[in-house]
């Protein structure tokens, strides 16, 4: 009698732990698929098999994206999609005036600073006319006269490079598609502004300088990893100078050891005084959206991002020096920063760099 009672006291435990892991558990770790837009700069880790691999087995997540700069996935059509991830708060803030408080929540996951990218030859020209100096291998550029000499009209014959056509200029991404353009345009108001963070008043009297900057330019690429890939490419006769992100040598360095070999000694990385922080915000627009951020934000896709792909997630990846990439100069901190122009100063930036204000 008692195995017989002890055997039906067994089969309710099992009976109400299936139940339990059907009604309670189970909905948690549901393989899910979740689909959102993606700034190019972080596509390098989101087609990560080891990435892919840990979303899908330790959180029950298959993540699908749509390259888009960070200002143009907000005029996207959001149908269907269960997240945004931009590169700049700008984008949270256009979102949010366009579609108020339509998401579930938002945090910051990533970080990066806004760098130049060059060949040894022209940071070599640069430091003879005394624009460079290396602090602890780390090569820094003073900003506001690389500005004005652009704005002089400088030729790139004028600072000793012969070999380059025309004046001198530096190339970002479109500033109204893409992140690191605009926030190189709103880095390039703060100088305008005497190195002070760009306001409305201050657009008055130095936008006609800022739209002359960018119309120099001619057509811009959408995309940082495009324009970064196209550097690589090209050489210093068609990009001498570019806008980047430092995760961008940092990843590529991992990803294409070899090819790497090849450029290490020429590529240099100019770290702006000052600079900006790039910071990521992830936007989750639904349930699934939001078991994507809780998963990004977990020790271990967090590790992942800045041991391969160079994304400063926080204090001790800041404290890592460039022997971990084999990038000689990569900074532990970045100490010369400015705050970017508030969201509305960096609108009306981009209504001058647009023509569409005189």
Same mark, same amino acid.
């Given at each position: ?44 880790? /989101? ?136 926030? /190189? ?66 990843? /590529? ?106």
């Amino acid at each position: 009698m008692k195995k017989r009672i002890l055997g039906l006291v067994i089969l309710a435990l099992v009976i109400v732990s299936a139940v339990a892991y059907q009604n309670f558990l189970r909905p948690k770790f549901r393989k899910v698929t979740a689909d959102g837009y993606l700034g190019g700069e972080k596509s390098g880790l /989101f087609d990560d098999e080891r990435f892919s691999g840990v979303m899908l087995k330790k959180y029950g997540l298959s993540i699908h994206y749509k390259k888009a700069g960070s200002i143009d996935m907000i005029s996207a059509p959001l149908e269907n999609m269960d997240y945004l991830f931009p590169s700049n708060y700008t984008a949270l803030e256009l979102y949010r005036q366009q579609y108020g408080s339509a998401y579930t929540r938002t945090e910051t996951v990533f970080n990066s600073p806004i760098v130049l990218y060059t060949r040894k030859t022209v940071s070599e020209a640069f430091k003879k006319q005394g624009w460079t100096h290396t602090e602890n291998e780390t090569e820094y550029i003073n900003l506001p006269k690389l500005i004005d000499a652009i704005l002089a009209d400088t030729a790139w014959s004028g600072v000793g490079l012969d070999e380059l056509y025309g004046n001198l200029y530096v190339i970002s991404t479109d500033p109204l598609k893409s992140n690191s353009g605009n926030m /190189f345009a709103g880095l390039v108001a703060n100088m305008l502004n005497g190195g002070e963070v760009a306001t409305g008043e201050s657009l008055k009297t130095d936008g006609r300088e800022l739209k002359r900057f960018f119309s120099k330019l001619g057509y811009l690429e959408s995309s940082s990893a495009d324009l970064f890939n196209s550097f690589l490419k090209t050489g210093i006769g068609a990009k001498p100078v570019i806008v980047g992100y430092e995760s961008q040598i940092l990843e /590529f360095s991992v990803e294409h050891p070899e090819e790497w070999e090849h450029v290490r000694d020429d590529i240099v990385v100019l770290y702006p005084e000052p600079t900006v922080w790039s910071a990521h915000p992830f936007i989750a627009l639904t349930d699934k959206g939001d078991r994507v951020l809780d998963a990004l934000l977990e020790e271990e896709i967090q590790s992942l991002a800045w041991e391969t792909h160079g994304f400063r997630t926080g204090i001790a990846s800041a404290q890592q020096r460039g022997g971990r990439f084999g990038i000689k100069g990569l900074p532990g901190q970045v100490k010369k920063v400015i705050q970017l122009p508030s969201p509305d100063t960096m609108f009306k930036i981009m209504e001058i760099i647009s023509n569409r204000t005189p």
